[in-house]
């Protein structure tokens, strides 16, 4: 039987995390080919529809990332990020989806390690939840 690969659609800030995965690329550092990489101007445009829509069009979890709290470059969006990423969680589970398939972090613009980890971590982590193959026909 063929190992779950997951997909994982990525919403990264083009001020940070952008930059971040650009230099990760440039230090050679790898990560899985997993990751989609949308690219955002900041993290509060990511509408939490973009999440939704991710989640039941074949993406097996969502990383949001962005400035660090203090650095967006547009005041406060990150801060509406997260507040509309923790209300988003509160609401998945009741459709049966777990909320660590979702995730907001925070990656500046110097830090391809901590980009490289991350990724790491979160194809680990969605690939242990499996598939939301079968669940997505129950949100539908
Ligand atoms: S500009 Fe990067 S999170 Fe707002």
Redesign the pocket.
Known sequence: MEEFEPTIIAFF?????YTAADLAGTSRLSYPPNIKIVRM????MVDPKYIIKALLQGADGVLVS??HPG????IN??FK?RRRIKLLKAVLDPFGLEKERVRLTWIGASDGHKLSETINEMVAQVKALGPIETKKTMVI
Do not use: E, K, P, S
């Open positions: 800030c083009n001020w940070c995390t101007m900041c993290t509060g962005g400035c650095d967006c470059h547009y969006g990150n990020a």
